[in-house]
């Protein structure tokens, strides 16, 4: 192989990766540009999620606005499938990191999801709309249009476990507080009213926002896409899985099912049945 084939061939080996996040040489390592070395003790997580995804630093309004969404999601008992998951896992044997993957890996459309589906359902709103006093009738069709495709949940309200979640308040009193400061438009906060005002007005019982439906006002208001709402969502849902593995881990314990075996779950198949002779045994 000549020197020109052999400069095209490494030519193709650099290129088969690419990437802006990290660059990377012997004694040296830069995120986006920026030194390691002057990031770490002048950056906090917050900020370093929005540098890794968004590729510049966050003011600190923004990165406080975004450290504030990850925090009520770290746990909700070990009800939760995801953190069930953890601990059952780690009574089998598992590692931690055992344990983290197979938790993570439940958190999709039904369990994890909602905060991603909910941040399209707001996306939709704001395209429907024609302006802001549009919002109202926007989520009316939205939701209306919907419901008439077969959907029976909106994601991001309503609450198997809370009737009113505890979280939300304090996180749109955050909202509101950034709007009022300029920090974001607001335009997602009031879409979320605006289905939340819907959803009062069209059902038997009031479905309020839960945690999903805020952290996604959030996630929009700061110009994240959707997809990614469920990673920070999956990021911050983490910190609760590790800490759960861990618990389980030192209080010990072997091949712990989701409930103790003095509880039986509930038969519902066939009586006790004799089996017939050969001959008398249906062929198929």
């Not at 009574?91 to 439940?106: D, I, K, Q, T």
């Not at 400061?181 to 019982?205: C, K, Q, T």
């Not at 006002?217 to 959707?226: D, I």
């Amino acid at each position: 192989m000549s020197k020109t084939e052999d400069a095209e061939l490494l030519r193709k080996a650099s290129d088969w990766w690419t990437t802006s996040i990290i660059d990377i040489h012997p004694g040296q390592i830069a995120i986006r540009g920026y030194p390691i070395e002057q990031l770490i003790g002048k950056l906090g997580f917050a900020d370093m999620i929005w540098l890794m995804l968004r590729g510049e630093l966050p003011t600190r309004a923004q990165s406080s606005l975004l450290e504030a969404a990850l925090v009520p999601g770290v746990d909700h008992g070990p009800h939760a499938p995801s953190i069930a998951i953890s601990r059952m896992a780690v009574s089998c044997g598992l590692p931690v990191n055992g344990a983290m993957a197979s938790a993570v890996n439940v958190l999709d459309d039904v369990h994890g999801g909602a905060g991603q589906q909910c941040m399209e359902l707001y996306r939709e709103i704001e395209a429907e709309a024609d302006a802001a006093t549009d919002l109202p009738q926007a989520a009316a069709r939205v939701i209306e249009r919907r419901r008439a495709a077969g959907d029976k949940i909106v994601p991001g309200f309503g609450h198997r476990f809370h009737p009113i979640d505890p979280r939300v308040e304090p996180l749109f009193a955050l909202v509101d507080r950034a709007v009022a400061a300029g920090v974001v438009e607001g335009r997602f906060a009031r879409i979320g009213r605006a289905v939340e005002a819907v959803l009062r007005g069209s059902r038997s019982r009031p479905v309020p926002m839960n945690i999903d439906g805020i952290t996604a006002v959030v996630f929009c208001e700061l110009g994240f896409e959707p997809e990614l709402g469920r990673g920070l969502f999956v990021l911050s849902r983490s910190v609760g899985i590790l800490a759960h593995a861990w618990e389980q881990k030192q209080q010990g314990g072997r091949i712990k099912g989701p409930m103790p075996k003095e509880i039986d779950y509930r038969y519902v198949g066939p009586a006790r049945r004799d089996l017939p002779e050969r001959g008398d045994r249906n062929p198929q």
